[in-house]
């Protein structure tokens, strides 16, 4: 039979995950000579054999790639044949033009775990175990080509047993770069608060003591600190919020196992497979009951929960301990720790004691935070063990969009990937700001991009403006609405005009004010604002955002002016009263907002659920928690035409509310109604939008979507009318997601030749 | 007469009634009165300081002061921020017609002690009248001359990494003083405006002979807007401790319910100062036992890196950045 000999490149996620072994086995299997090698480029790969054999091959290549490799690209080219005997691992090559992809951190594989839990195993209780299929990545990676010299294990030389794996192309550690065992690898040990070591023969068993008296302890993880304290311990849950500074926003929780988890929330099949897998994120779930303090998640539903994702983690759960409280390593406001003397000394008056190991973090990575709605995914933060999961757009340049102000998450992109970053944080202090300028720097360098074009939001104060403002290269100002819809149009490849519902919090207009509730008709170039929510007046800009009491009072003022009374329920001072209609009066510091959030805030304030927050959308978010949805009348309003826009006047809707909180009618009600009441001016906004424009697309995007009723309903009856209705899944709707959308309208705009900011 | 007339402004009899009863009453002195188009002035030894300053403001009384008094103050400060000794001042008013001759006898007193308590002479002058709506009530120019020792060298690009941030007193009591006047807030607090004279106090401190790199008065746009210029000009960054920065109980009150920031907010007698190290306990010490200074404090260092720009050590241990205002502070919270 006559052979053949074939040269293949396989681009993708192909490092790190076992890819070369693959094709040594399949190589072996289809009875084929060559090589398979490493390049920055990718894997590359000579066969040789027969027909039947090479066609073989080259359906396994991809139909049976490992299980944590994306294969992007196949190129096959003939080449005359050569005669190999062997078929052979070569050395991996560095220098040519890059696009290699970087894998996420991966949570600790079945193998893995089974090791760790077995006394007889070498690497019994050893919190640095991993292997091609499971462990870190993107965190610990330095450079590309991902080799081990070019990690954070590089100061870790093999033991003979480790290089042994590393070298045999049939173990599970075949080229598993951060290969360790406990004879050579990282170690952990014991501190307190000042990290002075504790004298321990058994550190995790003093853990486990400290722990189950209620201690705090730091621990170093995977791509960060973690503050973790037992979650069934009321007292050692409090301390930490004292501590914390942190007095309502809900913890999230790490628990045993999947058993575990099932005692105390409702758990659907997408959860549990979303909990069990390699991603891991902290996933908000349906309490069940009341069986764990309350104040891990004051009033809340839900709960956020993940699953051990590390050796270290399943160690962790020592003896009885089986919920965990597992929160990043900061100080409210600043980036995750991540270096063991800044952590000392950041959280040192935090923590009772740390837990520390010498496997240095490149790059700190957060928890992702997940949720199922409608049956799918829909990501709140997209952080470990997605980020640089890359996603594809065809066409776009070298470009760098630098985000939103809070939570901020940029993007890069490079021949058809962007890479969204990990998340950032709020650029409100000089360290995110730091964070952020270190993380943009790695990304440029890892990936060798250069971007020469820029794209930055609207608003001149954004420290992410700022840093865009600083950088060379065509610079683009985009709408912060539209970069929310454009980033949920590009996440689903929608290419024509649609209606695009921005429910948000706070973006910079066009018009110099602060928008939040828009219905715009966009596509990636530009957007026409056919409609919005009335403005309503913030009094003391920011602090109006802080104080939901302060959007009530203008609601009240806008009704009422001076006379206004405001309702008992709002637990507002003579004083106060007279202060903020004095700030009304004079409009004084008192911009105007279109924000649906500010709409949620003024209801929550005039409910006195929530007179100031301590967390973003606290009220809002609260608000949907007390919703009673069992009656559906909604409270009236009316839609206005102004400048040929749509305008919804929402003051009816307040003035309905005044009335039924004046009769007594109970807080849950009155938050049921305003939900239906919402629901019903955006299907009737909708409804006439497509009458006179005709589009049927619609896509939802704001991080006011993160409230559910609010969803799924807008959802439902959309597409009870025929609409296609377009949410986010893998990007935030919230302001996490941005990034993208302004990396695509940029790209977008620039191409046309046009970079003068907005439309 | 009661009221100021177009007829006051026309060179004619009425001017010279305004000059001579008003203004010289007031101003008296030896310059002035040679009553030529110009005055001829002594002859200087050294360099000179010169600096002009329009007065606009609303309400033109307030307490703490008034639109006189504040003409003078300004301009004599901010001759007095480059280290020079201030000696001469010009006035020229823009007068809405219709103008009370009784309130404008105020300001004119006003301006005649502000000058005396500054020692500088008042050797040129104008005044017109402008139809009734053209401006509001009265507006006046003042330009100061000033003369500058040898060995001074005193300006916004002097600021050194390690150097020492010194502020005389508490921030925000101008701005915020007439925000509430002139917004007719009905207010239980009580605020006044610090508007007061800085060149004794910086005599003083000059005097120690300590190394004054920069001295700025933080008025317009308040500290913040005063420290990212000099950040700018000295390339260097500046670190402030936030629990340092001294605020009035009032005018924080005030800052709270307009969420505004303090930092951000006007002065009109208050002073910064950048001096080495070595020598900040010493200025500090001078400072603190002047009237005008008896608030002072240190609240920041200057640093290396990161440059251009002003930082906050807040109290919850971050370093939040302090911008440039862009015009209205818009919400950037979600
Ligand atoms: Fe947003
Ligand atoms: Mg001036
Ligand atoms: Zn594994
Ligand atoms: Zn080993």
């Given at each position: 039979?006559?052979?053949?000999?074939?040269?293949?490149?396989?681009?993708?996620?192909?490092?790190?995950?076992?890819?070369?072994?693959?094709?040594?086995?399949?190589?072996?299997?289809?009875?084929?000579?060559?090589?398979?090698?490493?390049?920055?480029?990718?894997?590359?790969?000579?066969?040789?054999?027969?027909?039947?054999?090479?066609?073989?091959?080259?359906?396994?290549?991809?139909?049976?790639?490992?299980?944590?490799?994306?294969?992007?690209?196949?190129?096959?080219?003939?080449?005359?044949?050569?005669?190999?005997?062997?078929?052979?691992?070569?050395?991996?090559?560095?220098?040519?033009?890059?696009?290699?992809?970087?894998?996420?951190?991966?949570?600790?594989?079945?193998?893995?775990?089974?090791?760790?839990?077995?006394?007889?195993?070498?690497?019994?209780?050893?919190?640095?175990?991993?292997?091609?299929?499971?462990?870190?990545?993107?965190?610990?990676?330095?450079?590309?080509?991902?080799?081990?010299?070019?990690?954070?294990?590089?100061?870790?030389?093999?033991?003979?047993?480790?290089?042994?794996?590393?070298?045999?192309?049939?173990?599970?550690?075949?080229?598993?770069?951060?290969?360790?065992?406990?004879?050579?690898?990282?170690?952990?040990?014991?501190?307190?608060?000042?990290?002075?070591?504790?004298?321990?023969?058994?550190?995790?068993?003093?853990?486990?003591?400290?722990?189950?008296?209620?201690?705090i302890v730091g621990v170093?993880?995977?791509?960060?600190f973690q503050l973790v304290c037992?979650?069934?311990?009321?007292?050692?849950?409090?301390?930490l919020?004292?501590r914390k500074?942190?007095?309502?926003?809900?913890f999230?929780?790490?628990?045993?196992?999947?058993?575990?988890?099932?005692?105390?929330?409702?758990?659907?099949?997408?959860?549990?497979?979303?909990?069990?897998?390699?991603?891991?994120?902290?996933?908000?779930?349906?309490?069940?009951?009341?069986?764990?303090?309350?104040?891990?998640?004051?009033?809340?539903?839900?709960?956020?929960?993940?699953?051990?994702?590390?050796?270290?983690?399943?160690?962790?759960?020592?003896?009885?301990?089986?919920?965990?409280i597992m929160t990043s390593g900061n100080?409210?406001?600043?980036?995750?720790?991540?270096?063991?003397?800044?952590?000392?000394?950041?959280l040192?008056?935090i923590v009772?004691?740390?837990?520390?190991?010498?496997?240095?973090?490149?790059?700190?990575?957060?928890?992702?935070?997940?949720?199922?709605?409608?049956?799918?995914?829909?990501?709140?933060?997209?952080?470990?063990?997605?980020?640089?999961?890359?996603?594809?757009?065809?066409?776009?340049?070298?470009?760098?969009?630098?985000?939103?102000?809070?939570?901020?998450?940029?993007?890069?992109?490079?021949?058809?990937?962007?890479?969204?970053?990990?998340?950032?944080?709020?650029?409100?202090?000089?360290?995110?700001?730091?964070?952020?300028?270190?993380?943009?720097?790695?990304?440029?360098?890892?990936?060798?991009?250069?971007?020469?074009?820029?794209?930055?939001?609207?608003?001149?104060?954004?420290?992410?403006?700022?840093?865009?403002?600083?950088?060379?290269?065509?610079?683009?100002?985009?709408?912060?609405?539209?970069?929310?819809?454009?980033?949920?149009?590009?996440?689903?490849?929608?290419?024509?005009?649609?209606?695009?519902?921005?429910?948000?919090?706070?973006?910079?207009?066009?018009?110099?004010?602060?928008?939040?509730?828009?219905?715009?008709?966009?596509?990636?170039?530009?957007?026409?604002?056919?409609?919005?929510?009335?403005?309503?007046?913030?009094?003391?800009?920011?602090?109006?955002?802080?104080?939901?009491?302060?959007?009530?009072?203008?609601?009240?003022?806008?009704?009422?002016?001076?006379?206004?009374?405001?309702?008992?329920?709002?637990?507002?001072?003579?004083?106060?009263?007279?202060?903020?209609?004095?700030?009304?009066?004079?409009?004084?510091?008192?911009?105007?907002?279109?924000?649906?959030?500010?709409?949620?805030?003024?209801?929550?304030?005039?409910?006195?659920?929530?007179?100031?927050?301590?967390?973003?959308?606290?009220?809002?978010?609260?608000?949907?928690?007390?919703?009673?949805?069992?009656?559906?009348?909604?409270?009236?309003?009316?839609?206005?035409?102004?400048?040929?826009?749509?305008?919804?006047?929402?003051?009816?809707?307040?003035?309905?509310?005044?009335?039924?909180?004046?009769?007594?009618?109970?807080?849950?009600?009155?938050?049921?109604?305003?939900?239906?009441?919402?629901?019903?001016?955006?299907?009737?906004?909708?409804?006439?939008?497509?009458?006179?424009?005709?589009?049927?697309?619609?896509?939802?995007?704001?991080?006011?979507?993160?409230?559910?009723?609010?969803?799924?309903?807008?959802?439902?009856?959309?597409?009870?009318?025929?609409?296609?209705?377009?949410?986010?899944?893998?990007?935030?709707?919230?302001?996490?997601?941005?990034?993208?959308?302004?990396?695509?309208?940029?790209?977008?705009?620039?191409?046309?030749?046009?970079?003068?900011?907005?439309? | 007469?009661?009221?100021?007339?177009?007829?006051?402004?026309?060179?004619?009899?009425?001017?010279?009634?305004?000059?001579?009863?008003?203004?010289?009453?007031?101003?008296?002195?030896?310059?002035?009165?040679?009553?030529?188009?110009?005055?001829?002035?002594?002859?200087?030894?050294?360099?000179?300081?010169?600096?002009?300053?329009?007065?606009?403001?609303?309400?033109?009384?307030?307490?703490?002061?008034?639109?006189?008094?504040?003409?003078?103050?300004?301009?004599?400060?901010?001759?007095?921020?480059?280290?020079?000794?201030?000696?001469?001042?010009?006035?020229?008013?823009?007068?809405?017609?219709?103008?009370?001759?009784?309130?404008?006898?105020?300001?004119?007193?006003?301006?005649?002690?502000?000058?005396?308590?500054?020692?500088?002479?008042?050797?040129?002058?104008?005044?017109?009248?402008?139809?009734?709506?053209?401006?509001?009530?009265?507006?006046?120019?003042?330009?100061?001359?000033?003369?500058?020792?040898?060995?001074?060298?005193?300006?916004?690009?002097?600021?050194?990494?390690?150097?020492?941030?010194?502020?005389?007193?508490?921030?925000?009591?101008?701005?915020?003083?007439?925000?509430?006047?002139?917004?007719?807030?009905?207010?239980?607090?009580?605020?006044?405006?610090?508007?007061?004279?800085?060149?004794?106090?910086?005599?003083?401190?000059?005097?120690?002979?300590?190394?004054?790199?920069?001295?700025?008065?933080?008025?317009?746009?308040?500290?913040?807007?005063?420290?990212?210029?000099?950040?700018?000009?000295?390339?260097?960054?500046?670190?402030?401790?936030?629990?340092?920065?001294?605020?009035?109980?009032?005018?924080?009150?005030?800052?709270?319910?307009?969420?505004?920031?303090?930092?951000?907010?006007?002065?009109?007698?208050?002073?910064?100062?950048?001096?080495?190290?070595?020598?900040?306990?010493?200025?500090?010490?001078?400072?603190?036992?002047?009237?005008?200074?008896?608030?002072?404090?240190?609240?920041?260092?200057?640093?290396?890196?990161?440059?251009?720009?002003?930082?906050?050590?807040?109290?919850?241990?971050?370093?939040?950045?302090?911008?440039?205002?862009?015009?209205?502070?818009?919400?950037?919270?979600?």
């Open positions: 039979m006559r052979n053949y000999r074939r040269f293949i490149k396989v681009t993708g996620i192909v490092q790190g995950v076992g890819f070369r072994p693959f094709v040594y086995r399949i190589a072996l299997e289809e009875n084929l000579k060559g090589w398979v090698n490493n390049t920055a480029v990718g894997v590359r790969i000579e066969v040789e054999g027969n027909l039947e054999n090479l066609e073989a091959f080259q359906r396994k290549l991809t139909e049976e790639a490992p299980p944590l490799s994306k294969v992007e690209e196949v190129i096959v080219e003939n080449l005359p044949y050569f005669g190999y005997d062997s078929f052979n691992i070569e050395k991996s090559h560095g220098k040519e033009e890059v696009l290699t992809l970087i894998s996420p951190d991966v949570s600790i594989c079945a193998q893995c775990e089974e090791e760790i839990k077995n006394a007889d195993n070498h690497r019994y209780g050893y919190p640095f175990t991993n292997c091609t299929n499971c462990g870190p990545r993107f965190s610990i990676i330095q450079q590309l080509p991902y080799d081990r010299e070019m990690t954070t294990m590089k100061k870790f030389p093999m033991c003979d047993k480790c290089k042994e794996e590393y070298k045999n192309p049939l173990d599970r550690r075949f080229h598993a770069q951060p290969n360790a065992c406990p004879d050579c690898g990282p170690r952990m040990w014991l501190t307190d608060q000042r990290g002075n070591p504790i004298d321990t023969q058994d550190p995790m068993e003093e853990l486990y003591r400290r722990l189950k008296a209620g201690a170093k993880g995977l791509g960060g037992d979650g069934k311990n009321p007292a050692a849950v409090q301390k919020r004292t500074r942190r007095p309502w926003k809900p999230a929780l790490m628990m045993r196992d999947l058993k575990t988890l099932r005692a105390y929330c409702h758990v659907n099949e997408k959860e549990e497979e979303i909990l069990t897998g390699i991603q891991k994120p902290i996933l908000l779930l349906d309490k069940k009951n009341e069986g764990l303090p309350e104040s891990i998640a004051p009033g809340q539903k839900r709960l956020g929960i993940m699953l051990p994702y590390t050796p270290l983690h399943h160690l962790l759960f020592h003896g009885s301990l089986e919920v965990l100080i409210s406001g600043l980036p995750i720790e991540y270096k063991n003397e800044e952590a000392i000394d950041h040192g008056e009772d004691c740390f837990l520390l190991h010498d496997r240095e973090i490149h790059i700190p990575v957060d928890d992702s935070v997940s949720r199922v709605v409608l049956g799918k995914e829909r990501l709140i933060r997209r952080s470990r063990g997605y980020a640089p999961i890359p996603i594809k757009i065809e066409g776009i340049e070298e470009t760098l969009a630098c985000g939103s102000h809070l939570k901020n998450t940029f993007c890069i992109s490079k021949k058809d990937m962007a890479f969204f970053g990990q998340h950032i944080g709020d650029l409100e202090n000089l360290e995110t700001y730091q964070h952020f300028q270190a993380c943009v720097d790695h990304f440029k360098s890892v990936y060798g991009i250069q971007p020469h074009i820029i794209a930055h939001d609207l608003h001149p104060e954004y420290l992410s403006t700022v840093y865009a403002e600083k950088e060379t290269g065509d610079k683009v100002a985009i709408q912060h609405h539209h970069a929310h819809i454009a980033s949920c149009m590009a996440e689903h490849g929608i290419h024509e005009p649609v209606i695009g519902i921005a429910y948000d919090g706070t973006g910079y207009g066009t018009d110099g004010k602060i928008w939040g509730g828009e219905f715009l008709i966009c596509d990636y170039e530009g957007f026409q604002r056919v409609g919005h929510l009335n403005y309503m007046r913030m009094p003391g800009g920011e602090t109006a955002v802080k104080e939901p009491w302060r959007m009530a009072a203008s609601q009240l003022y806008a009704l009422r002016g001076e006379a206004l009374e405001l309702p008992l329920s709002m637990e507002v001072s003579e004083e106060e009263k007279t202060n903020i209609i004095q700030v009304l009066k004079h409009q004084l510091n008192c911009p105007e907002t279109s924000s649906m959030g500010r709409l949620f805030d003024s209801v929550a304030g005039l409910l006195g659920i929530c007179k100031t927050i301590t967390y973003e959308a606290q009220g809002a978010i609260e608000l949907e928690g007390i919703s009673n949805l069992s009656e559906s009348i909604p409270y009236s309003y009316q839609l206005e035409i102004l400048d040929e826009a749509y305008v919804v006047n929402t003051r009816p809707i307040i003035e309905e509310i005044i009335q039924d909180i004046e009769k007594g009618v109970e807080a849950s009600r009155i938050a049921g109604r305003f939900h239906e009441t919402v629901i019903r001016f955006t299907i009737e906004l909708c409804c006439k939008i497509y009458e006179k424009y005709g589009i049927s697309k619609i896509v939802l995007s704001g991080g006011v979507f993160q409230n559910e009723i609010l969803l799924k309903e807008v959802y439902y009856r959309l597409t009870e009318k025929d609409f296609q209705v377009y949410m986010h899944e893998q990007i935030p709707c919230n302001d996490g997601g941005i990034a993208l959308g302004q990396l695509v309208i940029a790209n977008r705009r620039i191409k046309k030749g046009d970079n003068k900011s907005c439309v | 007469m009661d009221y100021i007339t177009l007829a006051h402004g026309s060179g004619g009899k009425a001017s010279h009634q305004l000059i001579e009863g008003l203004f010289y009453k007031h101003f008296q002195n030896d310059i002035l009165l040679q009553g030529n188009d110009a005055s001829i002035l002594p002859k200087f030894s050294g360099r000179i300081a010169v600096s002009t300053d329009s007065f606009v403001i609303h309400p033109i009384f307030f307490p703490g002061g008034d639109i006189g008094k504040l003409s003078v103050y300004g301009t004599v400060n901010d001759l007095a921020m480059s280290g020079a000794k201030p000696l001469y001042i010009t006035l020229a008013f823009i007068i809405e017609e219709g103008f009370s001759m009784g309130d404008l006898e105020k300001i004119v007193a006003s301006i005649g002690e502000a000058a005396k308590e500054a020692g500088v002479k008042i050797v040129a002058g104008d005044t017109k009248v402008v139809e009734s709506g053209s401006v509001d009530q009265i507006y006046i120019n003042t330009t100061g001359i000033g003369i500058l020792p040898e060995d001074i060298d005193i300006g916004g690009q002097n600021a050194k990494a390690g150097d020492k941030i010194i502020i005389s007193g508490t921030i925000g009591d101008h701005g915020t003083a007439i925000m509430a006047l002139r917004k007719g807030f009905e207010f239980s607090i009580d605020l006044e405006s610090d508007c007061g004279l800085l060149s004794g106090m910086i005599h003083e401190i000059l005097h120690t002979g300590a190394k004054v790199k920069v001295l700025r008065d933080p008025t317009r746009g308040g500290l913040a807007t005063t420290l990212n210029e000099i950040s700018k000009q000295s390339n260097v960054g500046l670190l402030l401790e936030e629990a340092a920065v001294p605020v009035k109980h009032e005018v924080r009150s005030m800052c709270e319910i307009l969420g505004l920031d303090p930092i951000y907010i006007a002065n009109e007698g208050k002073l910064v100062v950048i001096v080495a190290e070595e020598d900040a306990e010493a200025v500090l010490g001078v400072m603190k036992s002047h009237p005008m200074g008896k608030d002072a404090a240190i609240i920041g260092t200057v640093v290396h890196s990161p440059q251009g720009q002003v930082y906050v050590k807040t109290e919850i241990g971050g370093t939040r950045i302090l911008q440039m205002p862009v015009g209205e502070l818009l919400p950037r919270i979600c």
